[in-house]
């Protein structure tokens, strides 16, 4: 079974810094990973996704994520936070073949500080 | 959120009643999907749907239903048999339903049993 791991409730940076916001995933193959961000009380919004190809993807406002397979992990990054990117953040995978469900993690709150 | 509606915002249901969950996609996609949102629980998923007239359990099905008689329309069903509906409820649709597709969510409802 697959399974994805965001091992911080809560992320907190300075606006003008860099962010990181972590996720580990376990699936058999190879992985689709996504990354989505909440805003309270709205929906998901899908930021970016890696299927095959360049290990590192670039998505939404600015936003990239590094696809590590030796380390399974599919971390969201951007060089410089904003006040506006304070959400929540769900990493996703999905198994490769066929339709098989999308898992998605527990979420990461960001708090980027004025 | 675009595409996507999901009525009403808010809901509130007495203990032992029945209620309908609207979502409607004018993006002309084949699957959606409903998922359940709790506090750092992350996204599980009730239904999901491939195609108009085939639906799927998933995760956490009992006490949900759902129907899929147009391709625009996907209503979920909180059935008095759901022990603990107090959730956000996040519809979604993609494309196709395929490993590889982003889904796109609605805005959500929030559902409260008094």
């Known amino acids: 079974a697959q399974s994805v791991a965001q091992p911080e409730d809560q992320v907190n940076v300075a606006e003008g810094n860099p962010l990181t916001v972590k996720c580990t995933y376990s699936?058999?193959?190879?992985?689709?990973l996504f990354w989505y961000v909440q805003y309270p009380n709205r929906g998901l919004q899908f930021l970016l996704k890696?299927?095959?190809?360049?290990?590192l993807v670039k998505g939404s406002y600015g936003f990239e994520a590094e696809f590590n397979k030796s380390q399974t992990s599919f971390h969201l990054k951007k060089p410089s936070a904003l006040v506006s990117d304070s959400a929540l953040y769900f990493c996703?995978?999905?198994?490769?073949?066929?339709?098989?469900?999308?898992?998605f993690g527990t979420g990461t709150k960001l708090q980027v500080i004025p | 959120d675009g595409g996507i509606t999901q009525s009403p915002k808010y809901l509130f249901r007495k203990e032992g009643q029945n209620v309908t969950l609207s979502c409607e996609q004018n993006?002309?996609?084949?699957?959606m999907y409903w998922y359940r949102q709790d506090p750092g629980q992350g996204l599980r998923l009730i239904y999901y749907?491939?195609?108009?007239?085939?639906?799927q359990k998933g995760d956490i099905a009992e006490g949900y239903s759902v129907s899929r008689e147009k391709k625009e329309s996907f209503p979920l069903t909180v059935t008095s048999a759901q022990k603990n509906p107090t959730a956000f409820y996040l519809c979604?649709?993609?494309?196709?339903?395929?490993?590889?597709?982003?889904?796109?969510f609605g805005p959500g409802t929030r559902l409260t049993v008094l």
């Open positions: 979604a649709s993609s494309e196709f339903a395929g490993t590889t597709d982003t889904q796109y």
């Open positions: 699936v058999s193959g190879n992985p689709y």
């Open positions: 890696y299927i095959t190809g360049d290990n």
């Open positions: 996703a995978v999905s198994p490769p073949g066929g339709y098989q469900k999308v898992t």
């Open positions: 993006l002309n996609h084949d699957a």
């Open positions: 749907s491939q195609i108009v007239n085939d639906f």
